[in-house]
């Protein structure tokens, strides 16, 4: 089992819509959550990080953080084409180090 | 602020060949970090450095060195490229009280 788990995606969602990524981690003393966008030829972007169960809400983003069933998610309202990108889901573990999943394609149709 | 700045972007190496990737953060972070990212693999930790004069091994060490020159800059170095190293090599930091990391721009690597 990987530590980081995402659906490699492409996720395809119309533009307007809400586009929702998930991930799961294995670590349960797992105490920090990230998500990083990285368009195609670029680096990793933070766009949220989460650290305490519940929602977080922050512009037209949203994280959601279960520790308890260990998953953890980003809804995007008012999907952009400008939105297309993969998404890395990052946990930050016992030993303090990020362990990243391998990311989620999203596809915004116009 | 320029953040963190990596060069070179792009590189050619035959096997056998070495090379250091340079980085530098003008965040006054304390720790910094080499990771790959190579299709289907994710971000896999190289080295990192929690802080200036300490350096300790990721997931993924073998066939690097890496040097903490200062507090701004942390280098990575390819002794004896391989095939197998063909990547793309980014550069993080953070402070170390905040966990949340911040990415240059990438190197791309090719070894033939």
């Known amino acids: 089992q990987k530590e980081v788990e995402q659906n490699s995606g492409p996720l395809s969602v119309p533009e307007g819509a809400i586009a929702s990524l998930n991930c799961t981690y294995s670590?349960?003393?797992?105490?920090?959550f990230f998500w990083y966008r990285q368009y195609s030829g670029k680096s990793p972007e933070l766009i949220m990080s989460?650290?305490?169960?519940g929602d977080k809400e922050d512009g037209r983003f949203t994280a959601q953080l279960n520790k308890a069933s260990q998953y953890v998610s980003l809804l995007i309202r008012d999907s952009q084409p400008s939105d297309s990108a993969t998404y890395l889901c990052?946990?930050?573990?016992?030993?303090?180090?990020?362990?990243f999943g391998t990311g989620t394609l999203l596809a915004v149709q116009p | 602020n320029a953040g963190v700045t990596q060069t070179p972007k792009f590189q050619v190496l035959k096997t056998g060949q070495s090379m250091t990737l340079q980085c530098a953060q003008d965040?006054?972070?304390?720790?910094m970090y080499w990771y790959r990212q190579d299709p289907g693999m994710g971000l896999r930790l190289i080295y990192y450095?929690?802080?200036?004069?300490?350096?300790d091994k990721g997931e993924v060490p073998n066939g690097y060195n890496v040097s903490r020159l200062n507090k701004r800059e942390f280098s990575l170095r390819l002794e004896s490229a391989a095939p197998s190293q063909t990547s793309v090599y980014f550069c993080?930091?953070?402070?170390?009280?905040?966990?949340?990391?911040?990415f240059g721009p990438g190197t791309r690597l090719t070894v033939t």
């Open positions: 993080a930091s953070n402070s170390g009280q905040e966990y949340e990391q911040y």
């Open positions: 989460i650290y305490s169960n």
């Open positions: 990052a946990v930050r573990g016992a030993t303090n180090k990020l362990i």
């Open positions: 965040m006054n972070h304390n720790s």
């Open positions: 670590d349960r003393v797992s105490q920090s």
């Open positions: 450095s929690a802080s200036e004069g300490t350096t």
